[in-house]
């Protein structure tokens, strides 16, 4: 779907009144051939997106003199890791559902501002509200301004959340599983039961989560859990960083269910553990111009990959030349489909030592 517009002030969800139909799994007619995959395959992806939020940037003003000393520009966008993993699928060619909570006063201008995005929103209602973020990037840091974080989701609203997406992700090719920011908006279990069921209907299930999110949605058994080196360390499944303990620390999530482990290193090279083998997935290290994003990117790229029909290798190679071309940009979750294929032809997947 190109993007539904719907008036300010419409009821949510955000669902369009006649979705296109189109078989599970099958591709879009003429489109250009994937270059990763050599097919002409659009893949369908549903994207668990709990927290979405809206992000306000104050930058340097570009272009113009600034006469008062007060100038500045100022930027809205969507966010939150869902909303960023959705894009970058986007980037990437997919079909992308993406299914949240949207209330309050933010919610509906963030929906609002997501289907000029080409996303399909499946909204759900939220008496609490959606949080928000004010940074200011016109020093050397990122720096805060005012965070307002979202309330924590009651029992109806989390039926109608649980209820949207299994039933879209049951019509998706894969569903992508997202964390909640922070964590006490959604409970832990939630990850995991949502895994479960959505794992013994036939579904494909790439879960990137932290914390008692990331252990629940273990035991489910997805086929993908991404984690990054930090969080695998802070949920206390690895007592530091070295590579030794984090490998450790993925094959036992592997002998518990989990079909592919992926542990995301910054510029380090990340870890791809199988019950078959140990790989590095290792390319070229980019200059970065915003760190944040990458594992989001990542994950959208493997999403992308497996919903094509690559194996997990091939899978792995596109999701990290999405996240290291990511971080060259400004923009979470952004980048250019073309460029990121060809990329991918610079990453390497190997055996570890």
Not at 76 to 88: C, D, F, N, T
Not at 182 to 188: N, R
Request: charged share 20%.
């Amino acid at each position: 779907m190109d993007g539904f517009a719907a008036p300010l002030g419409a009821a949510f969800p955000l669902v369009p009144e006649n979705p296109p139909a189109r078989p599970h799994g099958a591709g879009t007619p003429g489109a250009a051939p994937d270059v990763v995959a050599g097919t002409h395959q659009r893949p369908r992806i549903c994207v668990l997106a709990p927290t979405p939020l809206l992000v306000v940037e104050i930058a340097e003003t570009e272009g113009l003199p600034d006469r008062t000393g007060r100038q500045a520009d100022v930027h809205m966008h969507p966010g939150g890791q869902g909303l960023w993993v959705a894009r970058m699928a986007v980037s990437l060619g997919a079909e992308v559902t993406v299914c949240g909570p949207f209330g309050g006063e933010i919610g509906p201008l963030v929906a609002q501002m997501l289907v000029t995005d080409k996303l399909t929103i499946h909204g759900v209602a939220y008496n609490g509200g959606n949080g928000a973020y004010v940074h200011d990037l016109r020093g050397e840091d990122r720096e805060t301004v005012a965070h307002m974080p979202p309330f924590s989701l009651n029992r109806h609203e989390l039926d109608d959340l649980y209820g949207t997406v299994l039933v879209d992700a049951l019509e998706a090719d894969v569903l992508v599983v997202t964390g909640a920011e922070p964590a006490d908006v959604v409970p832990a279990s939630f990850f995991g039961r949502i895994v479960r069921d959505l794992k013994q209907a036939g579904c494909t299930v790439v879960a990137d989560l932290s914390g008692e999110a990331a252990i629940s949605a273990a035991k489910a058994g997805p086929h993908v859990l991404k984690m990054s080196h930090e969080e695998v360390c802070a949920a206390g499944l690895a007592p530091d960083a070295d590579e030794a303990s984090l490998l450790a620390a993925a094959r036992k999530l592997v002998e518990r269910g989990v079909r592919a482990m992926v542990v995301s290193r910054a510029q380090e090279s990340s870890l791809l553990v199988t019950a078959e083998s140990v790989r590095l997935v290792e390319g070229p290290v980019m200059t970065p111009l915003d760190h944040r994003g990458a594992g989001d990117s990542m994950t959208a790229g493997l999403a992308v990959g497996l919903g094509r029909g690559l194996d997990i290798a091939d899978a792995a190679r596109l999701g990290a030349a999405a996240g290291a071309l990511n971080v060259t940009r400004r923009g979470l979750g952004t980048g250019r489909r073309d460029q990121i294929e060809r990329f991918a032809r610079r990453i390497t997947v190997r055996e570890a030592p």
